[in-house]
C-alpha cells in the first residue's frame, strides 16, 4: 500500500467525487450538555474585580496548573495551559522536532489531519506508519519505520479517526523506540474519558525525559470552543528541559497568554463536580454507539 498519501485523504476525496449523499462524521463536536460547574465558575467570574479581568501568567492560571499536575502526578513546572490541545500538539511537535536531531516525524495512519499539515508547516518530512487489520498500531512496526532521521513520533490514543485505544505495554514500546532514536514521543491523550475498551493508558505512566504528553478538557466537558488545553513537557530542570523553555517562549510571543475566564471557569469545574457527569456521559455515547453498530449489523456491515 502506498502510505505516501495517507488513508484520511483518500476517504475525503472518495466522499467528494461520491455519487451519493455522504454524512460528515469528521467534527468531534459534542452536543450534550458542560458540567454545571463550568457555568457556576464562569458566573462567578463575571462578578470578579477589574484587576482579574487582566492579563495571567503567559504558562497559565497557576491554580488550574497545580490542579492539572496533581491529577497527573507530575510537577508543576512541566505543565503549559495552551490553546486547546491544536496549539499543544503544535508546541509539542514543532519544539521536538527543532530539538532533537533528524527531520523526519512518524505519524499513525489513517492520520488526524491536522498533524499532517503540522508537519508540513514546520518544514518535517512526514512519514506513515500503517496500523494492523484491526487498527491496532504494533511497536515492531513503529521500530521498522522509525531511524536516524526520526525527530518526532506522534500516537493519539483513544485514536481519531479509528477509536482504537492503545494498551500499556504498546504505550511503552514506542516511549523506548523514541528514546532508541533520541526522538521525541507525542502523545495527544485527548479522548482519555472515552475509553470504552477499558485499556487507556497514559505516556505519563513511563518515566522517560522523549515524552511529551497533551490533553484538553474540550471533549471531555464538551466545550471545543473554549480553548482550554494543556502539554506535560520534560521537566525544565531535567534531560530534555529545553523543551519546556522553548515552549514557554513560543506560547508567549504568540499568544502574551490564554483565556483567564475559560482557564477560571475550568478550574472550578474541575475541582466541583463528581464523577458522576463523566458516568452520564459515558452512558450517553454508549446508546450511540449501540444504535450505530445496531444499524451497521441491520445492512449487513461488517
Known sequence: ????????????????EADRDVVDMVSGSPDWEPPEALREGLHTYADATPGEFQYQASVGLPELREEIAARRGVDRSQVIITNGTGEANHLAMTEGYRAMPGEEILLVDPVYPYYAGRAS????????????????????????????????????????PLGVTYDAGTVRAVVEIAEEHDAV??????????????????????????????????????????????????????????????????????????????????????????????????????????????????????
Open 1 to 16: 500500500m502506498d502510505y505516501e498519501t495517507p488513508q484520511f485523504f483518500r476517504v475525503m476525496k472518495y466522499a467528494s
Open 121 to 160: 508547516m514546520i518544514g518535517a518530512e512526514a512519514s506513515y506508519v500503517p496500523v494492523d487489520e484491526t487498527g491496532h498500531l504494533d511497536p515492531d512496526t513503529v521500530a521498522e519505520y522509525a531511524g536516524a532521521e526520526t525527530s518526532v513520533i506522534v500516537i493519539n490514543s483513544p485514536n481519531n
Open 185 to 302: 514521543l507525542v502523545s495527544d491523550e485527548v479522548y482519555d474519558h472515552f475509553d470504552y475498551a477499558d485499556r487507556f493508558a497514559s505516556a505519563l505512566s513511563v518515566d522517560s525525559p522523549n515524552r511529551i504528553v497533551t490533553n484538553a478538557v474540550s471533549k471531555s466537558m464538551a466545550i471545543t470552543g473554549w480553548r482550554v488545553g494543556y502539554a506535560v513537557f520534560p521537566h525544565p530542570e531535567g534531560p530534555n528541559g529545553q523543551l519546556m523553555e522553548r515552549a514557554r517562549t513560543r506560547h508567549m510571543l504568540t499568544n502574551v497568554t490564554g483565556s483567564r475566564p475559560a482557564q477560571t471557569a475550568v478550574l472550578h469545574a474541575l475541582r466541583n463536580p463528581g464523577p458522576e457527569y463523566y458516568e452520564a456521559t459515558r452512558e450517553l455515547l454508549t446508546d450511540r454507539i449501540d444504535a450505530v453498530t445496531a444499524a451497521l449489523d441491520d445492512v449487513g456491515a461488517e
